[in-house]
Nanobody, 119 residues
Framework: QVQLVESGGGLVQAGGSLRLSCAAS????????MGWFRQAPGKEREFVAA????????DYADSVKGRFTISRDNAKNTVYLQMNNLKPEDTAAYYC????????????WGQGTQVTVSS
């Protein structure tokens, strides 16, 4: 069993930065692929970024490439999302996720943290 708790969301002006954290409980954290999704009001939840359990592979949505960086510290059971050059369209609830096989088969979700970017 893995529990995920996000933090670091908030209100920021366009062009600013935020760093999200996702703290995981459970001994098997390092065996999961970790990722971030987001959901804006009235829209479907969408993939943002993912990182393999040894941090050797990362993947990003085209909309955030070059601006967001995902990383993880397995010793601290924590995954991070550094978000730079934020845009108003990045406004959404951001969710941490963990999966063992496929991205469309998420094993665990966090409760979400709100990111609001003002223009």
């Amino acid at each position: 069993q893995v529990q995920l708790v996000e933090s670091g969301g908030g209100l920021v002006q366009a062009g600013g930065s935020l760093r999200l954290s996702c703290a995981a409980s459970g001994r098997t954290f390092s065996s999961y692929v970790m990722g971030w999704f987001r959901q804006a009001p009235g829209k479907e939840r969408e993939f943002v970024a993912a990182i393999s359990w040894l941090s050797t592979v990362t993947d990003y949505a085209d909309s955030v490439k070059g601006r967001f960086t995902i990383s993880r510290d397995n010793a601290k059971n924590t995954v991070y999302l550094q978000m730079n050059n934020l845009k108003p369209e990045d406004t959404a609830a951001y969710y941490c996720a963990a999966w063992s096989s496929r991205r469309d088969n998420i094993n665990y979700w966090g409760q979400g943290t709100q990111v609001t970017v003002s223009s």
